[in-house]
């Protein structure tokens, strides 16, 4: 398991943002992919794209 918390270059869809966050806690990041969809739809209290944004300014990109 990783111990710091990056965007990954090899598990990327968009920027590499929830597969290095599931690459660091040990998730699958399908699965965890799937979930932020469906949270980020349903609630309108969470604003996944701004989140996600923010979050692919933020993380610093991976060596792996």
């Keep these: 398991m990783s ?3 990056s965007r ?3 598990d ?3 920027a590499g943002v929830v ?3 599931a690459r660091r806690f040990g998730w ?3 699965l965890l992919r ?3 969809v469906v949270v980020s739809v349903v609630s309108a209290a969470f604003p996944g794209l701004i989140v ?3 979050l692919w300014m933020l993380m610093p990109e ?3």
Excluded: M, Q
Aim: charged residues 15%.
């Design 28 to 30: 699958n990041p399908t």
């Design 52 to 54: 996600y944004l923010l």
């Design 3 to 5: 111990t710091s918390l």
């Design 19 to 21: 597969g290095g966050i």
């Design 8 to 10: 990954t270059r090899e």
């Design 12 to 14: 990327r869809v968009v």
């Design 34 to 36: 799937a979930l932020f």
């Design 62 to 64: 991976g060596d792996g």
